[in-house]
């Protein structure tokens, strides 16, 4: 039997939910997925095979999504063959390699870093902004000083390879977005684990030849990248600033919390840069999951590929696009 409180508690629920955009049934439908829902781990780019792999090594033994995401990213982080992330990864236009990263987990913690020089595991500084201070980012020299506190080995980032590419560059110093890129790009990588809880990460040296100082979307909690528990993940790689002014990650969540798949959510989030921006002369590749292990993907060009580990296998995937 409704009583008065319960009536009054519930119709103040109903105006709350949908002043939301909820409805009660679709919240109790998602509680029900999530119960459900499948582990994977999906990232971008084709170091997102290698990172996937590592990632998965943690949720296969039981382990949290925010282990597997920073153990995934790490990985090509790592790796001076991935030019556009942490060691290995081109400079910006003074031959200095600066790089952002972020990281969230399923409580909506987060933590980030940008503008930092010389540490090569940037995700694992985002993870200590996250976990030891009160704050979400930290930046440049504070950021590298907080890290060398925490332990973090002070490193030359630019590699012969790189360098020689900046040398190169130089001779004409034409900044000029570049449409695609061939296997590499910012990793960002989403996970669910075997419990149903989703985090992410996303790390990068951003894009090569940038002024000195620039910070991209990667860093940006809600640009880069952005997870909820509730409903599901999202990832953002190319041309930052496009991302930054639509703070796209967000915007493929809060879609999706309206009910949209994830492959809808992405296809408007690229709608909206193309109805305001030149959109032609540069790339975005976006990436979601949802609560229930759907996963979505789209790009403004061809070209934007992405690593998904899901049903015991780890395969590589075309995204679809907007233009040819
Ligand atoms: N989104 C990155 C940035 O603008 C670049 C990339 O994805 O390659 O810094």
């Known amino acids: 039997m409704i009583n008065r409180r319960n009536f009054i508690l519930g119709s103040a629920f109903t105006s709350l939910t949908s002043l939301l955009g909820f409805k009660r049934a679709e919240i109790s439908k998602r509680t029900l997925i999530s ?90 500084v985002a993870r ?31 590699t012969d390879k790189a360098r020689a590419a900046w040398k190169r560059w130089l001779e004409k110093s034409e900044y000029k977005p570049i449409v695609n890129r061939k296997n590499h790009d910012t990793i960002g990588l989403l996970a669910i684990d075997q419990k149903g809880d ?33 409903v599901g993940g999202a990832v953002a790689t190319g041309m930052g600033e496009a991302v930054m002014k639509t703070l796209g990650s967000f915007l493929i969540v809060e879609l999706m919390r309206g009910g949209m798949t994830p492959q809808r959510a992405c296809e408007e989030a690229v709608g909206r840069i193309a109805a305001r921006q030149d959109y032609k002369s540069f790339q975005i590749g976006y990436l979601a999951i949802n609560k229930s292990g759907e996963h979505g993907a789209f790009a403004i060009h061809k070209g934007f590929s992405y690593a998904l580990h899901q049903g015991g296998e780890n395969k590589m995937h075309n995204a679809k696009y907007l233009i040819e």
Not at 133 to 153: D, I, N, R, Y
Not at 202 to 230: Q, Y
């Open 128 to 158: 200590k902004v996250m976990e030891d201070t009160p704050h979400v980012m930290l930046s440049g020299a504070g950021a590298l000083e907080f890290a060398l506190q925490k332990g973090f080995k002070k490193d030359d980032l630019l």
């Open 198 to 230: 989703i985090s992410g990460a996303c790390t990068t040296s951003g894009l090569s030849w940038k002024l000195h100082g620039r910070v991209g979307d990667s860093p940006i909690i809600g640009a880069g990248m952005f997870a909820d528990n509730e």
């Open 35 to 124: 119960a459900e829902a499948s582990p994977l781990v999906i990232s971008t780019w084709n170091h997102g095979l290698p990172a996937n792999e590592a990632a998965w090594g943690v949720i296969k033994n039981g382990g949290k999504a925010i282990d597997a995401v920073e153990t995934g990213v790490k990985v090509p982080e790592a790796d001076p063959e991935s030019n556009s992330v942490g060691y290995g990864g081109y400079p910006d236009r003074d031959g200095k390699v600066t790089l952002d990263a972020c990281i969230m987990d399923e409580t909506g913690n987060c933590g980030s870093v940008s503008f930092l020089q010389h540490i090569k595991h940037p995700i694992s």
